[in-house]
């Protein structure tokens, strides 16, 4: 065996725990994420909508903005949100509106019909988890809600957002 010196730890070297940390959050979260994709399509077959879709819907609901505004936000490639887009507003879901600072350039709106179905996702979305979390013991569920706001700055760490802005 063989006694390399290791890295000391730091913000590009990260710890022993803070790795065994990050992989069973990524198992975790990975599990989380396709037991919510097929649970929601058993519960509720109308649900068709990609996660991906959804995402933009969620994005817009917020306010319009341009598809390289949209790709930015949400880290994808332009070509891969005109796309998306071009499915929505073959949907019915979102309609392209005049930039009013740019008179060459739309900006993508989500139309009553795409905030109904961001709604009823939403809505579906909620009662699954609120129906998991019931059936969880108690000190799991109160573990899970607890860990929410820690949740929530990961969230904004990975994203470089800062949630006090």
Same mark, same amino acid.
């Given at each position: ?6 890295? /000391? ?6 710890? =022993? ?7 069973? &959050? =990524?198992? +975790?979260? =990975?599990?989380?994420?396709? /037991? &919510? ?23 817009? /609901? +917020? /306010? ?16 891969? +949100? ?7 507003? @073959?949907?019915?879901? +979102?309609?392209?509106?005049? @930039?009013?600072?740019?008179?060459? =350039? ?13 709604? @009823? ?7 699954? &988890? ?20 820690? &949740? ?14």
């Amino acid at each position: 065996m063989s006694s390399q010196p290791q890295p /000391a730890p730091g913000p590009l070297a990260p710890d =022993t725990d803070a790795l065994a940390g990050a992989q069973q &959050l =990524t198992d +975790v979260i =990975t599990r989380l994420r396709r /037991a &919510l994709r097929s649970s929601i399509r058993s519960e509720f077959p109308w649900e068709a909508l990609p996660m991906a879709q959804v995402e933009l819907l969620q994005t817009l /609901a +917020v /306010a319009p903005m341009r598809v390289g505004e949209l790709a930015a936000r949400q880290r994808l490639a332009p070509n891969t +949100v005109s796309g998306l887009i071009s499915k929505l507003l @073959d949907a019915g879901l +979102v309609d392209r509106q005049p @930039d009013p600072g740019d008179r060459r =350039t739309a900006r993508i709106a989500l139309t009553e019909a795409g905030h109904q179905q961001l709604r @009823d996702w939403q809505s579906a979305h909620e009662r699954r &988890l609120a129906a998991a979390l019931a059936g969880l013991a108690p000190a799991d569920r109160e573990a899970v809600m607890h860990a929410l706001p820690g &949740l929530d700055h990961l969230a904004h760490a990975l994203a470089g957002t800062d949630p006090t802005r």
